[in-house]
């Protein structure tokens, strides 16, 4: 009866040992009680299961974590162009361009503290140019490599402005077009428009001066391009 009693008590585990003797303890345990190796290969089989699963599982966590930190890469310009330019820089701050440094007589003005502290102030109205340039360097870009012979004026104007609309995402007096497009042909200087219903094409020897501006905030981007369709020798 004794030794019966004996068996059936359980291995002490001391506080201080290690999961391991514990472990071994358990096992020794559950093999005196059942009397039978292959109960304790069972379960260390199913210990060996479980921690598999937690590998697997480990796993598609940081899967999907790769796959989350994808998804939030900066998106890349359409073509034709369709994604706002704000959506192209999540962070807020848009390219600088090219920077030119004050010089001679102006110098005073990159060393003097007021000016330097305006500087600081006017940061976010750059911030503003910067956006609307953008949005012009991208549709100036686009517009350059549809251009061809045979194109209605007014056709011309409406892609050119409906892609302005696009990019700046239009939003009455605080983003959108700066004014009306120019597409001065020849001997017309400038600031010419077309008329809705206007039947004027581009023709193989016209030179145009085409003129389109941006603007975010009242800050705005203009700039004339000049079109030759007739290469120049």
Same mark, same amino acid.
């Given at each position: 009866m004794m030794a019966s009693e004996d068996l059936k008590t359980q291995v002490p585990v001391e506080e201080n040992g290690t999961k391991e003797e514990e472990k071994n303890g358990n096992l020794a345990s559950? @093999?005196?009680?059942? &009397?039978?190796s292959s109960y304790v290969s069972s379960v260390i089989q199913k210990e060996d299961e479980e921690g598999e699963e937690e590998t697997k599982e480990a796993a598609k966590k940081k899967k999907k974590k790769n796959k989350s930190k994808k998804k939030k890469e900066s998106p890349k310009q359409t073509d034709p162009p369709s994604i706002p330019v704000v959506?192209? !820089?999540? @962070?807020g701050e848009f390219p600088e361009g090219e920077i030119q440094q004050y *010089?001679?007589?102006?110098l005073w003005?990159? $060393? @003097?503290?007021? *000016?330097r502290e305006v500087e600081r102030l006017e940061k976010p109205m750059y911030n503003s140019v910067r956006q609307a340039a953008e949005v012009h360097r991208q549709v100036r870009k686009f517009m350059k490599s549809i251009v061809k012979p045979g194109m209605l004026m007014t056709d011309l104007c409406e892609t050119l402005e409906n892609t302005v609309r696009k990019l700046i995402s239009e939003n009455g007096l605080q983003a &959108?077009?700066? !004014?009306? $497009?120019?597409? @001065?042909?020849?001997?017309v200087a400038a600031h010419w428009t077309p008329n809705s219903g206007d *039947?004027?094409?581009?023709?193989y020897d016209d030179v145009m001066k085409l003129d389109f501006g941006t603007h975010i905030d009242g $800050?705005?981007?203009g700039l004339c391009i000049y079109s &030759?369709?007739?290469p120049y020798v």
């Open positions: 559950a @093999s005196n009680e059942n &009397g039978d959506d192209l !820089f999540p @962070s *010089k001679d007589d102006n003005r990159a $060393t @003097s503290e007021e *000016k &959108g077009i700066a !004014f009306p $497009t120019g597409c @001065s042909l020849n001997w *039947k004027t094409v581009l023709q $800050t705005y981007r &030759g369709i007739q």
